[in-house]
Nanobody, 113 residues
Framework: QVQLVESGGGLVQPGGSLRLSCAAS????????MDWYRQAPGKQREFIAG???????NYADFMKDRFTISRDNAKNTVYLQMNSLKAEDTAVYYC???????WGQGTQVTVSS
């Protein structure tokens, strides 16, 4: 059974940082591409960043170098380092594994003073 578990979300002040983690099980993690998405209230889920099985990365244009995706195959975990957070970054953040399109349950990030 495939399971993706996100963690690391929470409440942070504008300008702060958070690192999200997504731990995978039930898959041969090193063979999977991993993505981060987010969904703000009343909005569609949007792509943030992706990392291939070989470690190549790509980002949504709006990230503007604030977020960094990385992976640790030994820990079956993908990370999203988020810096210079803004109120508009408030959302539920999800990871996804491909192939298969498996999703985690999400972790809430709230940016507020």
């Amino acid at each position: 059974q495939v399971q993706l578990v996100e963690s690391g979300g929470g409440l942070v002040q504008p300008g702060g940082s958070l690192r999200l983690s997504c731990a995978a099980s039930g898959i041969i993690f090193r063979l999977y591409a991993m993505d981060w998405y987010r969904q703000a209230p009343g909005k569609q889920r949007e792509f943030i960043a992706g990392i291939s099985s070989r470690g190549s990365t790509n980002y949504a244009d709006f990230m503007k170098d604030r977020f960094t995706i990385s992976r640790d195959n030994a820990k079956n975990t993908v990370y999203l380092q988020m810096n210079s957070l803004k109120a508009e970054d408030t959302a539920v953040y999800y990871c996804r594994a491909n192939p298969g399109g498996y999703w985690g349950q999400g972790t809430q990030v709230t940016v507020s003073s």
